[in-house]
């Protein structure tokens, strides 16, 4: 199995030749082709001038990707993916946190017929109260929302077979959340405690508002995981209970009309039922609308709505593999 190591760069020079002698001892003793994809993300220090000797010095191993800008962590992930050409795709830090030492034991669990390996950093050396309790607190919520359990979303050293990771883009802060729509495509997850070191040059590119984008991509997540091929049923549904609650005050104010002589107008909930048909019917429109956008999704770039593990015809393997 060749294997691609991605890795997004953003000023962070003094780690660079580190993170590269590290990569070459750990990956050398193995048996396998390797390459690493270095995407500088728009750095303002002498990253981008390091990944470019680097590649030249070293083009066996070393790609570089140089964006134009900023676009941040993820969209820097998308890029080195779609340069990648290895079966397994491995993503992680460059500032030397995560630690190379550990892709030989990933690698060991996709041999043993896992598709994804998620890194879990048990021993997380930063911030408490700013980065791992919010951390904590968004890994449970993810893991619920979306039914893939996981200690550590945020663990950007993972490793991936290659079909499980090139069917969808990334947008967002939504490199993390990777395992969830995996699994939600049939992918065999696994975790694995990985070793995390403190930052050693430069400093975190984040802190606690980090937290508050990752509970918004949350809802875009659990959106398109449960509803992105009927939408009508989440916008629909919404639709028909406000108008349900409507109706049963309709009849609730009418019965006291008829029982008690009571005006139905000197009640204020005649008006929020009003409201209420209005919204649930602007509401369904809504859905109808997002159901038109799945068909042009899928059927403009001749997307199938399902995904195929292994197909046979006339007596051979005819999924391409
Ligand atoms: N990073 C990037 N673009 C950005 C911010 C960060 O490519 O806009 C890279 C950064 O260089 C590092 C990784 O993303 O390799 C994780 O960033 P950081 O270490 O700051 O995050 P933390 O480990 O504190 O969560
Ligand atoms: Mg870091």
């Known amino acids: 199995m060749s ?3 991605i890795i997004p ?4 020079e003094e780690s660079l030749p580190l993170l590269h002698q590290a990569l070459h001892h750990t990956l050398d003793t193995l048996d396998q082709p390797w390459e690493v994809i270095l995407v500088d993300d728009g750095s303002r220090d002498k990253s981008a001038e390091i990944l470019e000797t680097l590649a030249l010095a070293d083009p066996e191993h070393v790609r570089a990707v140089i964006l134009r800008r900023n676009f941040g962590q993820t969209t820097a992930i998308a890029a ?3 340069h990648a050409t290895g079966e397994v795709i491995i993503l992680m830090d ?4 995560n630690d190379p030492v550990d892709i030989p034991r990933m690698l060991a669990k996709l041999d043993e017929g896992y598709d994804v390996v998620s890194g879990w950093r048990f021993d997380r050396q930063d911030e408490f109260v700013t980065r791992t309790l919010p951390s904590r607190m968004a890994n449970s919520l993810i893991s619920w929302v979306t039914g893939v359990h996981l200690h550590d979303y945020g663990c950007t050293l993972k490793a991936y077979r290659r079909e499980v990771i090139t069917g969808f883009r990334l947008y967002g802060e939504m490199h993390r959340f990777i395992p969830a729509y995996a699994g939600s495509v049939g992918a065999k ?8 070191h403190a930052r050693r040059f430069g400093k975190t590119k984040y802190g606690l508002e980090r937290t508050a984008k990752v509970v918004l991509d949350l809802f875009t997540v659990k959106f398109l995981l449960s509803f992105a091929q009927k939408p009508i049923y989440l ?3 919404a639709g028909l209970a406000l108008m349900a609650i409507s109706a049963i005050g309709m009849l609730l104010l009418m019965l006291r009309r008829i029982l008690f002589g009571t005006f139905v107008l000197t009640s204020p909930f005649f008006i929020i039922a009003v409201m209420l048909v209005m ?3 602007q509401s369904i429109l809504m859905g109808l609308i997002a159901e038109l956008l799945v068909r042009t999704y899928h059927e403009s770039q001749a997307k199938p709505t399902y995904t195929v593990k292994k197909a046979w015809a006339n007596g051979t393997r005819s999924d391409g593999r």
């Not at 460059?94 to 946190?97: I, R």
């Not at 997850?189 to 995390?196: C, D, G, K, S």
Request: hydrophobic share 45%; no cysteine.
């Open 235 to 237: 916008f629909g549904g």
């Open 189 to 196: 997850i696994v975790e694995l405690p990985v070793t995390h």
């Open 80 to 82: 080195g993916i779609d």
């Open 9 to 12: 760069v953003y000023n962070e």
């Open 94 to 97: 460059a500032d030397l946190q």
């Open 3 to 5: 294997i691609s190591i």
């Open 279 to 281: 919204m649930g019917f």
